[in-house]
């Protein structure tokens, strides 16, 4: 655990010692970007609003299925490294991370290479077992916290690009065993999960930690935060976002 101390405490000066236990620590937080789902094409569906939810929502795992509609464009490429207002889409979710100001902050990656668009500060985990489901990717970036010694991870999605460092930062803070971020009242991502509950996690899967926070209720706080949780997850979901 990393502590930070908070009082400094002057030889001459008495204080009190409960006081001092309060303020001295605190935990110490990471922020980990999602992004190895696979296919070469954008998805033929768009999530709903619930299958998107705080990490917990599947990646698409199998983007390129052939045999879609029109909308799936082929020449688009990846849609994490699909152009978005300037910029890939990942980009602006790996500039929100880190510009949250947590203590590390990782990209797990999977399916395609995004090493071209990692900004400085963030560091890449690969995932090599990513066609198992977002859970093997969430487990990488558990391995990595705990080597770290940190005590809680904020989990985000790549292809959300419009979940501002604010919402990092919000869900960060939250004193909860798992902290979702709410837009409109409405759960979707980052997700705060603290490391008493690491071990509960699925280790394969495509629910991430969903399927834990409909299991323990009773650890989740809401927490609301301002900004756009959309996915960009087909060719009309980036023509009406740019």
Request: aromatic share 4%.
């Amino acid at each position: 655990m990393t502590v930070h101390p908070a009082v400094t405490v002057h030889p001459a000066v008495a204080v009190d010692p409960e006081v001092a236990v309060h303020v001295a620590v605190r935990p110490a937080v990471g922020a980990v970007v999602l992004a190895a789902g696979g296919g070469s094409r954008f998805s033929r569906i768009a999530p709903t609003p619930a299958d998107g939810a705080g990490g917990l929502g599947p990646e698409p795992a199998a983007a390129g299925t052939p045999g879609g509609p029109a909308s799936r464009s082929s020449s688009a490429g990846h849609k994490l490294l699909a152009p978005f207002r300037g910029r890939p889409v990942v980009a602006w979710a790996l500039d929100a991370a880190l510009a949250a100001g947590l203590e590390r902050t990782w990209l797990v990656t999977g399916a395609v290479d995004l090493s071209d668009v990692v900004p400085p500060g963030v560091e890449v985990l690969h995932n090599p077992a990513w066609v198992a489901g977002q859970a093997t990717s969430l487990a990488v970036a558990v391995g990595a916290a705990l080597a770290a010694g940190l005590d809680a991870l904020v989990v985000g999605l790549g292809d959300q690009p419009l979940v501002p460092a604010g919402a990092w930062r919000a869900v960060a803070a939250a004193d909860a065993p798992i902290a979702v971020a709410t837009y409109d009242g409405i759960r979707r991502n980052p997700v705060r999960l603290g490391r008493q509950v690491w071990e509960e996690l699925p280790a394969s899967g495509d629910e991430g930690a969903r399927v834990l926070i409909r299991r323990r209720p009773d650890l989740v706080r809401e927490v609301a935060c301002v900004g756009d949780p959309a996915d960009i997850d087909t060719v009309e979901d980036l023509q009406r976002w740019n």
